[in-house]
């Protein structure tokens, strides 16, 4: 499917966009979602991965356009990379080898010039990784836009103006940037950021180039930065970054996910619909950590007796392994399953999330505060209780927090510790009590923005007039 040259007819509205996200999960798919709207405006997409990720993708490609993107498959250089064997994305390596997928990608650059002086685009739309990647779009007269996947909170915190970098150690992200200039909460605490330093600020990899020197060359070389947001949700951090870096700044919306009308109804669905209809409308905890985060194996254990204590009922999408490399799967307490069989489902394999979520006996989402799930539980007007794992979700966290939209549960703050009676009592607050009601209506009132396909469509349509505009 990969072809190295793109017509695009010659006419002067019509648009060839290359898209080169980093190789996550919770980048690639929004990164897929825009190119199949970009694509159904009449324009031209050539989508860059590696041949694994791709064909992990395609499933969700609509027959229609199949002929409007050309999946340019390039092989990972892997080499003697200590990555495991189909280690194409972050969610098939262990955390601890990632900055070896950072290398692998890197010696994408060759290939990826080819493609692009082959083809001509007009745009290349890349992410945060590809730092090496702005030079040669100038040097090939292709316009670059950062297309960042993070919102605008998490790119005003993290990226300085130019490299006036003056933060050394994890306590210094613990508190607002001295370059922002209004009150905000938005900062990380001790246990989260300490993940957030090691790994954006400072490399122990060799060969391995750190996440700020990344985005900073991105930032610094890129044409213009578009930001999957919308001013409804952050007007205030979309324009400090634009004053911040002195670059047009582009929501090009939220990317809402659009369940197809028609499903085939599989076995797993019937199976899953059959319990959820059982259940009372908003009575169910639903409880997923999406496949970048593990709880360990204490803190699965304060989840699930936590669940256990609340006495609500509850469908657990339960991950106990990250990939077939993980020789440490954790495990339930023993004879969870059984005291909570009459108003909990534990399911240990795959389920169709946004069927699931939008589900109308789903009351609360219990899970960790990465954007795209953020995104997901909105557009369904469902609640959250939060736990954070890794990278930007802390600060994610106190932006839903301070909108009262999503609620975290208490923690130490230097180690991360919590218990099943904080588990308990937070899920109960947001689901049942009035001290929780402010949650359930301010998402409601969210919903009305990130659920609006027709508002969600015209930022997709200002975004589009502005790539014409300049290519």
Same mark, same amino acid.
């Given at each position: 499917?990969?072809?190295?040259?793109?017509?695009?007819?010659?006419?002067?509205?019509?648009? *060839?966009?290359?898209?080169?996200?980093?190789?996550?999960?919770?980048?690639?798919?929004?990164? =897929?979602?825009?190119?199949?709207?970009? /694509?159904?405006?009449?324009?031209?997409?050539?989508?860059? +991965?590696?041949?694994?990720?791709?064909?992990? %993708?395609? &499933?969700?490609?609509?027959?229609?356009?199949?002929?409007?993107?050309?999946?340019?498959?390039?092989? %990972?250089?892997?080499?003697?990379?200590? %990555?495991?064997?189909?280690?194409? /994305? #972050?969610? @098939?390596?262990?955390?601890?080898?990632?900055?070896?997928?950072?290398? /692998?990608? @890197?010696?994408?650059? +060759?290939?990826?010039?080819?493609?692009?002086?082959?083809?001509?685009?007009?745009?290349?739309?890349?992410?945060?990784?590809?730092?090496?990647?702005?030079?040669?779009?100038?040097?090939?007269?292709?316009?670059?836009? =950062?297309?960042? /996947? =993070?919102?605008?909170? #998490?790119?005003?915190?993290?990226?300085?103006?130019?490299?006036?970098?003056?933060? #050394?150690?994890?306590?210094?992200?613990?508190?607002? &940037?001295?370059?922002? &200039?209004?009150?905000?909460?938005?900062?990380?605490?001790?246990?989260?950021?300490?993940?957030?330093?090691?790994?954006?600020?400072?490399?122990?990899?060799?060969?391995?180039?750190?996440?700020? *020197?990344?985005?900073?060359?991105?930032?610094?070389?890129?044409?213009?930065?578009?930001?999957?947001?919308?001013?409804?949700?952050?007007?205030?951090?979309?324009?400090?970054?634009?004053?911040?870096?002195?670059?047009?700044?582009? &929501?090009?919306?939220?990317?809402?996910?659009?369940?197809?009308?028609?499903?085939?109804?599989?076995?797993?669905?019937?199976?899953?619909?059959?319990?959820?209809?059982?259940?009372?409308?908003? +009575?169910?905890?639903?409880?997923?950590?999406?496949?970048?985060?593990?709880?360990?194996?204490?803190?699965?254990?304060?989840?699930?007796?936590?669940?256990?204590?609340?006495?609500?009922?509850?469908?657990?999408?339960?991950?106990?392994?990250?990939?077939?490399?993980?020789?440490?799967?954790?495990?339930?307490?023993?004879?969870?399953?059984?005291?909570?069989?009459?108003?909990?489902?534990?399911?240990?394999?795959?389920?169709?999330?946004?069927?699931?979520? +939008?589900?109308?006996?789903?009351?609360?989402?219990?899970?960790?505060?990465?954007?795209?799930?953020?995104?997901?539980?909105?557009?369904? !007007?469902?609640?959250?209780?939060?736990?954070?794992?890794?990278?930007?979700?802390?600060?994610?966290?106190?932006?839903?927090?301070?909108?009262?939209?999503?609620?975290?549960?208490?923690?130490?703050?230097?180690?991360?510790?919590?218990?099943?009676?904080?588990? !308990?009592?937070?899920?109960?607050?947001?689901?049942?009590?009035?001290?929780?009601?402010?949650?359930?209506?301010?998402?409601?009132?969210?919903?009305?923005?990130?659920?609006?396909? @027709?508002?969600?469509?015209?930022?997709?349509?200002?975004?589009?007039?502005?790539?014409?505009? *300049?290519?």
């Amino acid at each position: 499917m990969t072809n190295l040259k793109v017509n695009n007819g010659g006419d002067g509205t019509k648009l *060839h966009v290359a898209m080169f996200p980093w190789l996550a999960f919770g980048h690639m798919v929004p990164y =897929f979602e825009l190119s199949k709207l970009i /694509a159904q405006k009449g324009h031209t997409v050539s989508f860059i +991965s590696t041949p694994r990720n791709i064909d992990r %993708l395609l &499933p969700r490609l609509p027959q229609n356009l199949s002929s409007a993107i050309n999946f340019v498959k390039l092989p %990972l250089p892997v080499g003697d990379n200590k %990555l495991p064997e189909d280690g194409e /994305a #972050t969610t @098939d390596v262990p955390f601890e080898l990632v900055s070896y997928l950072k290398i /692998a990608f @890197d010696g994408l650059k +060759s290939p990826v010039t080819e493609f692009l002086e082959s083809s001509k685009p007009d745009w290349v739309l890349q992410d945060f990784a590809a730092y090496w990647l702005p030079p040669v779009s100038r040097r090939l007269g292709i316009k670059t836009g =950062f297309l960042s /996947a =993070f919102n605008g909170a #998490t790119l005003g915190i993290l990226k300085p103006p130019g490299f006036e970098e003056y933060r #050394t150690c994890p306590a210094d992200f613990m508190k607002p &940037p001295k370059w922002v &200039p209004f009150e905000t909460p938005v900062a990380f605490k001790l246990f989260e950021c300490r993940y957030i330093f090691h790994g954006f600020m400072a490399e122990t990899t060799e060969g391995n180039v750190p996440d700020i *020197h990344r985005v900073g060359g991105v930032i610094d070389g890129c044409d213009a930065i578009f930001v999957r947001s919308c001013y409804e949700y952050e007007a205030e951090w979309l324009g400090m970054i634009q004053d911040l870096h002195r670059k047009p700044v582009i &929501p090009v919306g939220v990317l809402p996910p659009k369940p197809e009308e028609k499903f085939e109804d599989t076995d797993t669905w019937l199976t899953v619909k059959k319990w959820l209809d059982s259940r009372k409308a908003k +009575s169910v905890v639903y409880v997923a950590f999406g496949s970048e985060a593990k709880p360990s194996q204490t803190e699965l254990n304060e989840i699930a007796l936590g669940l256990e204590l609340s006495g609500l009922p509850f469908f657990w999408v339960l991950k106990t392994r990250r990939g077939s490399w993980d020789t440490e799967p954790t495990e339930l307490p023993e004879g969870f399953e059984e005291r909570t069989a009459d108003r909990g489902m534990v399911w240990r394999g795959w389920v169709e999330q946004l069927r699931t979520l +939008s589900h109308e006996s789903i009351g609360l989402v219990l899970t960790h505060p990465g954007w795209g799930t953020i995104i997901e539980a909105i557009r369904f !007007a469902k609640p959250m209780a939060m736990l954070v794992f890794v990278f930007d979700q802390g600060l994610n966290a106190r932006v839903i927090e301070e909108k009262k939209i999503g609620y975290m549960i208490p923690r130490d703050e230097t180690e991360g510790f919590f218990t099943k009676e904080s588990v !308990a009592k937070s899920l109960k607050l947001v689901m049942e009590e009035e001290e929780g009601k402010v949650y359930r209506e301010n998402v409601k009132e969210m919903k009305g923005v990130f659920g609006d396909m @027709d508002r969600q469509d015209l930022y997709v349509d200002s975004f589009l007039d502005y790539l014409v505009a *300049h290519r």
